[in-house]
């Protein structure tokens, strides 16, 4: 799932509010692209934006990566296996791991997780890693971020064999994606450009703003996003500016007010407001920030984008939760059927 990012100064803060649905009556607007479905939600009595449904874009690629493991299997290759070494008790990372195993069973891909305390050492890991790296039952292998500081993060990415790399963390595949070349896309900025591939959002020449600048997230974004449609990796030809922690408030409102594409991945609820927003704009909203209800007292989901006032003036936009994250998971499915194919040249 979309990874945070490390939290900007104290000029982006901003304090969240209520996330809630404004509109009593929707319907489904359903158009083609390249042979698939899109589908949006739209209010029927107000002009908000369109609501893009993440759940129904990871239904098509579903269907789309189940296919592609049933024909690989019917040519007679093992079935595509998946290893998440999860270390310690967050329970978030427990979640997104079981969101990830639950959507591979349903896809015809093989799972395991495997368990590893919080107190394990950085050797044991890397070991653990080798050895998986070694077998020829797993096509792709990933560890769940994040891990305890007493390990680097970076070494134990590194560590992943490139070709089973389905989360596209190691150096290898990082740089091959900054060079446009074919490579493991990280899921969550897969997830973004695959949303505005299959909704038809024009990117050639247009303002985009990234707000954050994680190696994982924000980077790759991008990347993706400002590189040439014309190279190996195709990329969406868009002018792109990153915002980041040191970037003041004034400043990013005025860069987001001038954006065709605004991209939230800061980690900090709401904090791209209405007044940041030029009418019609695309909003996609990567945040995943867990925060207390002032009113109920219980913990709730909410992204870096103050939905239902931004919806007001933009054209399209993803919520949270809905949006992003289960594209993210459906990208994951699509590496690791791609890892498995490269089981064959490796």
């Known amino acids: 799932m979309a990874a945070s990012v490390s939290p900007l100064c104290s000029s982006f803060k901003l304090s969240s509010s209520v996330l809630q649905p404004s509109c009593h009556y929707k319907f489904r607007i359903f158009r083609k692209c390249s042979g698939l479905q899109r589908c949006f939600h739209q209010s029927a009595f107000s002009q908000t934006a369109?609501?893009?449904?993440?759940?129904?874009?990871?239904?098509?690629?579903?269907?789309?990566?189940?296919?592609?493991?049933?024909?690989?299997?019917?040519?007679?290759?093992?079935?595509?296996?998946?290893?998440?070494i999860v270390v310690g008790d967050n329970p978030a990372s427990h979640t997104y791991v079981r969101n990830k195993t639950r959507?591979?069973?349903?896809?015809?891909?093989?799972?395991?997780?495997?368990?590893?305390?919080?107190?394990?050492?950085?050797?044991?890991?890397?070991?653990?890693?080798?050895?998986?790296?070694?077998?020829?039952?797993?096509?792709?292998?990933?560890?769940?971020?994040?891990?305890?500081?007493?390990?680097?993060?970076?070494?134990?990415?590194?560590?992943?064999?490139?070709?089973?790399?389905?989360?596209?963390?190691?150096i290898v595949n990082i740089g091959k994606l900054c060079l446009d070349q074919k490579s493991m896309v990280p899921a969550t900025p897969a997830a973004v450009w695959e949303i505005i591939k299959r909704t038809e959002i024009q990117t050639v020449g247009r303002n985009v703003v990234v707000a954050g600048r994680s190696k994982n997230v924000g980077m790759p974004i991008a990347m993706l996003l400002h590189t040439d449609g014309r190279h190996e990796r195709p990329g969406g030809d868009a002018t792109v500016t990153i915002a980041h922690r040191c970037t003041p408030r004034e400043k990013l409102k005025e860069l987001t007010r001038l954006a065709d594409i605004v991209i939230a991945a800061a980690g900090i609820p709401?904090?791209?407001?209405?007044?940041?927003?030029?009418?019609?704009?695309?909003?996609?909203?990567?945040?995943?920030n867990h925060i207390q209800d002032s009113e109920t007292g219980k913990i709730r989901l909410v992204g870096d984008v103050d939905f239902e006032e931004v919806r007001k003036r933009a054209g399209f936009?993803?919520?949270?939760?809905?949006?992003?994250?289960?594209?993210?998971?459906?990208?994951?499915?699509?590496n690791t059927v791609t890892a498995a194919r490269n089981t064959i040249t490796h």
């Open 50 to 84: 369109m609501v893009i449904s993440g759940k129904e874009l990871a239904r098509q690629i579903h269907k789309e990566v189940q296919c592609d493991v049933e024909e690989w299997v019917s040519f007679g290759n093992k079935q595509p296996h998946l290893s998440v």
């Open 103 to 170: 959507a591979a069973a349903a896809l015809g891909i093989s799972s395991e997780t495997l368990l590893r305390p919080s107190s394990v050492s950085q050797e044991e890991l890397l070991e653990m890693i080798y050895r998986l790296n070694r077998d020829w039952r797993v096509s792709g292998l990933l560890v769940q971020l994040p891990l305890p500081e007493h390990i680097n993060e970076r070494a134990v990415c590194n560590a992943v064999a490139p070709e089973k790399d389905v989360d596209g963390f190691h």
């Open 270 to 288: 709401h904090l791209i407001t209405a007044d940041m927003v030029k009418e019609g704009a695309t909003v996609i909203d990567v945040g995943i």
């Open 317 to 334: 936009i993803t919520p949270v939760p809905g949006g992003v994250g289960p594209v993210t998971v459906a990208m994951l499915m699509k």
